[in-house]
């Protein structure tokens, strides 16, 4: 197949989220695939991307007791109470915010996960398994966050 040939387009959007709690996994899969239907994108992909170091995209298992294991692994990994450089304000200068809260933990986890998935469309679908989901997770702490959805494809 010969690139050139076919009639390529970009298409972007974002989402607005905002969390209840953290750590989060909101299932952001239905509109990420409603993005992907409003672009035209038959085949090509799917970038989705959290413009934030404490919110992740992960792609993982929507089973609520399975939300619970992996929230409490992050919890269990990177436990908010535990001592983090980036949390002593007394030494710390840069990129300190007015409104400034103590969130070490929430790099940490974040460092694991990650900041986008990838995901192939094909026939104008997410071509997702059975029982993969697309997750944004708040690690932080219930804030507005940007999703940035990029299809490329024709
Ligand atoms: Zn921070």
Request: charge should be negative; charged fraction near 25%; include cysteine.
């Amino acid at each position: 197949m010969v690139l050139g040939a076919l009639n390529v387009q970009l298409w972007r959007d974002t989402l607005e989220l905002t969390a209840n709690r953290a750590p989060e996994f909101l299932d952001i899969t239905e509109p990420v695939q409603e993005l992907v239907r409003r672009s035209g994108v038959q085949n090509g992909i799917a970038v989705v991307f959290s413009r934030h170091t404490t919110a992740a995209i992960k792609i993982n298992e929507h089973e609520p007791e399975l939300l619970k294991d992996m929230e409490q692994f992050l919890n269990r990994l990177s436990p908010m109470d535990a001592a983090y450089f980036h949390n002593d304000f007394t030494v710390r200068t840069v990129n300190m915010e007015d409104d400034e809260c103590p969130n070490g933990h929430a790099h940490c986890q974040h460092l694991l996960l990650g900041a986008s998935e990838t995901i192939p469309v094909i026939d104008g679908c997410l071509a997702l398994g059975v029982w993969q989901r697309i997750f944004m997770v708040e690690l932080d702490r219930p804030r507005q966050r940007e999703v940035v959805v990029q299809v490329m494809g024709a």
